[in-house]
């Protein structure tokens, strides 16, 4: 039942961006960065508590409203010692997880613009001390405020929620995984 909910909602997402003007010529005097990097830093639960993630995404911008790239992130190492004890207590537990994502923005000015934003992909989860891994599918729909600072820099910060399918490790489930986030986003045009 919840992969059926999974797939409408990305189909019921890509008929709307489709019905879009996603035309490939540029309207106006907007000297658009066609590639961007983003550096971000996401605080996001994570099996009951909050964790810390680092992440970077590469892309580019068709025209100006949408964007397609690639997007990774990583947890920062943490300890933890309630899903599995070792013999010293804690045992550091592993997140990764990444995909493509595709954003669609709308301009409220020329330096302020809002985006409704789609990531599909995958995870990986391991400990460093149990062994073994597991990999599981990943969706997190999101919306984002963003100001330029300058043709080339500016800031976002967003709001998501990420959708874990398919987790079986240690005694993690999907809604281990599955939970709100919030990022600073720090975007790079050239």
């Not at 409408?8 to 540029?26: E, K, M, P, R």
């Not at 943490?78 to 669609?104: K, P, R």
Request: hydrophobic share 40%.
């Amino acid at each position: 039942m919840k992969n059926v909910l999974i797939a409408v909602f990305v189909i019921f997402i890509t008929s709307h961006l489709s019905a879009q003007d996603i035309s490939f010529t540029q309207n106006g005097n907007v000297n658009l960065n066609r590639f961007y990097v983003d550096l971000d830093s996401k605080a996001a639960t994570l099996n009951g508590n909050w964790g810390l993630f680092g992440g970077m995404g590469a892309g580019y911008n068709i025209n100006e409203k949408f964007s397609i790239g690639l997007i990774a992130y990583g947890l920062i190492p943490n300890e933890l010692g309630g899903s599995y004890i070792n013999q010293s207590g804690n045992d550091t537990l592993h997140l990764g997880y990444g995909g493509v994502e595709a954003a669609y923005k709308y301009n409220l000015s020329d330096k302020f613009y809002l985006s409704g934003i789609m990531m599909v992909g995958a995870g990986r989860v391991d400990y460093e001390n149990l062994g073994g891994n597991d990999y599981f599918f990943i969706m997190e729909p999101g919306a984002s405020a963003n100001y330029r600072l300058t043709n080339w820099f500016g800031l976002g910060y967003s709001v998501s929620y990420r959708f874990a399918s398919g987790v079986n490790y240690a005694d993690f489930s999907n809604a281990s995984f599955s939970g709100w986030a919030m990022d600073i986003d720090f975007k790079f045009g050239f």
